[in-house]
């Protein structure tokens, strides 16, 4: 049918409206791998790219599923999109699935309209750091830290020494600046729409009813519903996807040299070691 519906002359076929839609899940971070792909500009440039670039299409669908991560990493995301936008004159709808916090929010703040499932997450607008200190535990074992250094800052935060209030108190600072930015861009992206609500920005987060409440998104319920409401029910959604990397490949039947199996033992270790900190954020919204 679909090769016959091809024959019939442009003008005589049922016009179809395209969405086309790009999904973006994970932790916000530089670099990733193979095994570990990561939430990045680099990673995704292409897929907005290619979406915002479908003819005729009058909005691009941004589906968001992120703990959050790089402040940097989403602010580039954030610009990217507003600028193709722009560009190809294009709506942003953003559809917020199970979580769309901290730096998942700021990306999210791209759509000229956020629609969140109520059930879903949204908010925490804050900046986070955290680490672990080993003083004691190198005491206990009879290790002695060493360290050498040219300038009187450049061991700051070492997990190895005492803690100092001075490192402490430039970390906040630097905190500050970051989070007076994110506030910033809250502020201009939802201006007119945020409730004067003394929580907004201390880093809490709410359910996407709640959030609708407080004017963090526009509306509630999901892409495929909300998409056949404004377009019609012969809307087409088209998912903008990568194409097969090495290990899909290797699935598919390529078998891997010696080196490449030491290669792929190597990089599933460092996956197990990513996987954790990645639990680690989701774990914070009981996710």
Do not use: C
């Not at 005729?56 to 402040?71: D, F, H, T």
């Not at 502020?187 to 409730?195: P, T």
């Not at 004067?196 to 009813?209: H, I, P, V, Y």
């Amino acid at each position: 049918m679909g090769f016959l519906s091809r024959l019939i002359p442009a003008r005589f076929r049922k016009k179809k409206v395209k969405i086309p839609v790009v999904r973006l899940s994970g932790v916000i971070q530089a670099g990733g791998s193979q095994f570990r792909p990561a939430l990045n500009l680099a990673n995704i440039e292409e897929l907005l790219e290619e979406a915002f670039e479908t003819k005729k299409a009058p909005a691009v669908a941004i589906a968001i599923n992120s703990p959050g991560g790089s402040p940097v990493q989403s602010r580039q995301i954030f610009y990217k999109i507003r600028a193709l936008a722009k560009k190809h004159e294009k709506k942003v709808l953003v559809f917020v699935e199970d979580v769309a916090a901290s730096g998942g929010y700021l990306i999210a703040l791209a759509g000229d309209e956020i629609i969140a499932d109520p059930t879903s997450i949204v908010g925490s607008i804050g900046v986070i750091s955290g680490g672990f200190g080993f003083t004691e535990l190198i005491k206990k074992v009879g290790v002695e830290r060493r360290i050498y250094t040219a300038g009187q800052n450049k061991s700051v935060l070492d997990p190895f020494l005492p803690e100092k209030e001075s490192d402490v108190a430039h970390l906040k600072s630097l905190q500050l600046d970051v989070h007076r930015v994110f506030i910033d861009m809250v502020k201009e992206r939802r201006a007119g729409k945020l409730a004067e609500d003394d929580t907004l920005f201390t880093g809490l987060f709410w359910s996407g009813e709640k959030g609708l409440a407080l004017g963090l998104v526009d509306a509630l319920g999901d892409m495929e519903t909300e998409l056949r409401l404004r377009y019609g029910d012969e809307v087409e959604i088209e998912p903008v996807e990568a194409s097969r990397g090495f290990v899909a490949r290797m699935i598919s039947g390529r078998s891997a040299t010696p080196r490449l199996g030491g290669e792929i033992g190597a990089g599933a270790a460092e996956a197990a070691i990513s996987t954790a900190e990645e639990r680690l954020w989701w774990s914070r919204y009981g996710l």
